[in-house]
Each structure stands twice: as C-alpha cells, then as structure tokens.
C-alpha cells in the first residue's frame, strides 16, 4: 500500500444518522484501500446544540430537564449504534463506552445544577460530549466493513492553549503527541477515529476549538502527521460561487486557493470554519471540500494558488447577522487616539473586527461585528468614551444591525481595474444603496455594507455581471 496520508473529515450531517454513519464508513474503507488514512469525526448533527442546552438548563437548576436530554441523546446513539453493528460483542463494547461518556456528561450536569453555575470550562465538557459518542460509532461501523479501526480522544492528540470555547492548538505538542500515539496505528494498519472539535490544554483540561471547529481539527492533525492531504466530507458539494438558497444560478468551484478560501469562510460562507486553512499553509497540504452524500463528485480542490480565471472574481458572499457600529461626529476631527481606543475595546470584548471604513475628514469610523457581540461592545464603547461623550468630542456611538455584508471575492482581482466599477455600477442599477465600502490591499476581496433587505438583489445581480452563472 502506498505510504500517502490522507486525513478526513465527517461533518455533522455526514455523521446524522446511521445510514450517513454507514456511508462514510464506506468511504473510510474504499479510501484506506489507497493510502492510509485518519478520520475525524463531528457529533452527530444536532446533538453538539442539544449539549449546550442540557448545559444551561442545569444552569437554569433545572437537572430533570438536562437528565431528559441526555436520556433522549442515549437513545439516538444507541438506535444508531443498533442498526450499524451485528456483531454482539462489539455492539457491547461500545455501548459501554457510550455509557460511560453519558454518565461522565450526567455528572457535569448533575454538578452544574447544583451550583447554578456553569464555567466555560465545563461548558467545554459537555458541549464535546458529541464527538466522544460518535467516534466510537464511526469506528465500529468501519470495523463491520473488515477494516482495523480504533476510537480516539483528540485530548491524547491535540494540545491547545486554555481559552475555553475557542482554543488555539499548540503545534510542536500536537506533532509529537499525535505521530506518538497514531503512527503506530497506521503502522498496524488500523484506521483512527478522531474525536474533532476537542483538545486537551497543556494543563490537562479539556478544551473546544470553537463551534464547528472539528475542520480545525482535521487540519490540525494534518499538518501534525504531514499528511498529503486533507478531505473535508459535508453535505455539500464544495465550495459554492454564492449560497444556492439566495443564488439558484450558484454553482461548484472545482479550485480555488487558500486566500479565496479562508476570505470566503470568514465571510460567512458556512463551508469552512474560519480558521481551517492555518494550519495547512506552511506545508501547503491540498484541502478538499467533498460532499459524502454524493462521492461520485469531485468537490472543491484548495491549494496555495488555486485556479486560474481570468474573470477575477470567483464567488460572493454575504453575512447578515452583523450590526455596523458607528463611532463619530464632527468633534472627533483631530481626537488622535479615537481609533486605537476604538479598537483596543472593542478587543476587550472580545468582538472579531468584520470590516472596517473610515472617512478622510475622519468624522466617522464604522465597522462590523457580529450581531452576537454588539450590543456588548457598543456598551464598553460608551463606556470607553463617556468622558468625551459628555464634552462632545464624540458625538455618537450608534449600532444598525439592519445591515449585511456583501464580499466580492477573487485572487486574481489583483491587477485586473474595473471589479470595483462594475460591482458598485451593478449595486446602482439595482437601486441597492451602499453605507460603506472596504477593500483590503490585498485586493483578495472588495466589500460594502448593504441594508439586509437588498442582500438577495445584491447577490443575483452580481452573480450575473461577473459571469458566474455560465461557469
Ligand atoms: N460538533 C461541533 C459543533 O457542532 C463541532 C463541529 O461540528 O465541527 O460545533
Ligand atoms: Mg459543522
């Protein structure tokens, strides 16, 4: 067999139920005859939200509603569990195991209502519950095809820093904490099941990479094992010029490259979670994006370079939970620290800057944040600038969250003049009113704030003037 690596990825949908289950482990299987192979598992779909739900409701004291949860999350797997495995023992042996994780879960929540309290940290355990009961699942329904494969907890492999519920992985740990424990799997010929989403803090708590994040992980551990590639398995046919649901005329990009990649995954394209690609860059491993509900089809390639297409423009994008927040007035003018003092509290928060514009007479400085986080970064705003509020300096700090964000989106947009033009002529022929324009140096993306309502209008009408829809 060849000693290629290939790191896989099953996303929630592609894990949802015990026929999904049985199908990637077909593609586990029929990938393994090639090369080796590591998957990475998500927790069935749903179930992560059903976690964190039991979680607050043993916040909220109430640990008969987290029991009925977690009750009705051990009759998902075990029906799932059922109709996958015929062989008695080994449908015995991961029932137990399943067992365990439930009872670990139903401790955390039983502590938690107690309390009335509940730490990110424990959060992190029992929002990654999930992947501990579907990981098993994979690895047994792979064992039903003839296959060696073994469940594996991510806190053996992945070591991240100890921001819960948004860690970052510590690479040079990971390396040698990942080829110690699955080189010696591979070696055997035994296929490794993955927990994603989850890693261990070097102080040995369990941490989550974020919500959707188990792509990170895959990407994590393909650079660790110096995989040849990584294959993103969803339920979708790979990374789309524009959302279908807005854009019928939308259609599969069969390479794009990393930048387009990350632009279009920060940008709201809900394929990739934004922070993927990181780890893969350096060693420039191939990303594919696949749709495991229908293999026959090639999917999306992202490389370094991607494709070439002499159109520049490649896909659009638009994120609508956003609010724009405006801080200005005529009194700011000259007020030389009114941007670092912006941003830094706006860091504070915690809010990730979507995008930002100011204005050349310097009275106004707009940006984007996601709507989650706005009205707690408008409240530090004020509070920041109170001082300057009351002698006016700075007039107002206000919040729209009517808008959305529209993202033009190409590498080779560089050097080619007239995107912009035929963007913003297009926008005026539609009636669709701009509030603000950014466009890095990069020129990697140009984008505009728009009222929500236009999104739609927006969209179309430039899927069309850019040509995307004859691709
Ligand atoms: N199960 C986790 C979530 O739903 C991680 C993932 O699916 O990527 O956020
Ligand atoms: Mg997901």
Same mark, same amino acid.
């Given at each position: 067999m060849s000693t290629r690596l290939q790191v896989m990825k099953f996303g929630g949908t592609s894990v949802g139920s015990a026929e999904c289950i049985a199908r990637a482990a077909q593609i586990i299987a029929n990938t393994a005859k090639e090369m080796r192979c590591v998957a990475v598992v998500s927790a069935m779909s749903g179930v992560t939200n059903r976690l964190i739900e039991a979680a607050k409701t043993a916040q909220a004291g109430n640990a008969a509603g987290a029991t009925a949860i977690m009750e009705s999350l051990r009759t998902q797997h075990e029906t799932a569990l059922e109709s996958l495995v015929r062989n008695t023992e080994e449908s015995e042996r991961v029932r137990q195991k399943m067992e365990a994780v439930l009872a670990h879960g139903q401790r955390f929540c039983g502590g938690t209502a107690l309390l009335r309290e509940l730490s990110p940290r424990t959060l992190d355990t029992i929002s990654s519950l999930g992947e501990r009961l579907s990981a098993p699942l994979v690895a047994a329904a792979v064992k039903e095809l003839g296959l060696e494969s073994e469940a594996v907890d991510a806190t053996e492999l992945i070591v991240t820093d100890s921001y819960h519920g948004g860690a970052e992985p510590q690479m040079d740990f990971t390396r040698s904490k990942s080829q110690a424990r699955l080189k010696p799997l591979l070696e055997r010929g035994i296929v490794p099941i993955v927990t994603g989403f989850l890693g261990c803090s070097t102080s040995g708590e369990l941490t989550t990479l974020?919500?959707?994040g188990s792509d990170y992980s895959a990407t994590i551990l393909g650079a660790a094992l110096d995989a040849d590639e990584v294959v993103i398995w969803t339920?979708?046919?790979?990374?789309?010029?524009?959302?279908p649901r807005l854009v019928p005329e939308a259609k599969t990009i069969p390479g794009i490259s990393y930048r387009e990649a990350a632009e279009l995954a920060y940008f709201g394209?809900? &394929?990739?979670? +934004?922070?993927?690609l990181r780890p893969v860059v350096d060693a420039a491993i191939p990303v594919w994006i696949r749709n495991s509900f229908e293999p026959q089809k090639l999917g999306t390639k992202i490389t370094p370079e991607g494709e070439n297409n002499s159109a520049g423009v490649k896909a659009l994008t638009a994120i609508r939970d956003v609010t724009l927040i405006s801080v200005g007035g005529p009194?700011?003018?000259?007020?030389?620290?009114v941007v670092g003092r912006t941003f830094s509290t706006t860091a504070e928060e915690r809010a990730s800057v979507l995008l930002i514009s100011q204005s050349s007479s310097q009275n106004d400085i707009c940006f984007c944040v996601s709507s989650a986080d706005a009205q707690q970064t408008v409240e530090a705003l004020r509070k920041e600038f109170a001082q300057d509020l009351a002698h006016q300096k700075v007039e107002h700090i206000t919040a729209d969250p009517k808008i959305a964000i529209v993202a033009v989106v190409g590498?080779?947009? &560089?050097?080619? +003049?007239g995107i912009a033009g035929k963007t913003f002529a297009a926008m005026g022929k539609e009636g669709v009113n701009i509030i603000a324009i950014a466009q890095g140096s990069s020129e990697t993306n140009i984008s505009f704030v728009i009222e929500e309502k236009s999104v739609m209008t927006a969209l179309r009408s430039l899927h069309r003037e850019f040509g995307l829809d004859n691709r």
């Open positions: 974020g919500r959707g339920d979708v046919d790979g990374v789309l010029s524009a959302d394209a809900k &394929v990739l979670h +934004p922070k993927t009194g700011i003018v000259g007020l030389t620290d590498q080779n947009m &560089v050097g080619t +003049p």
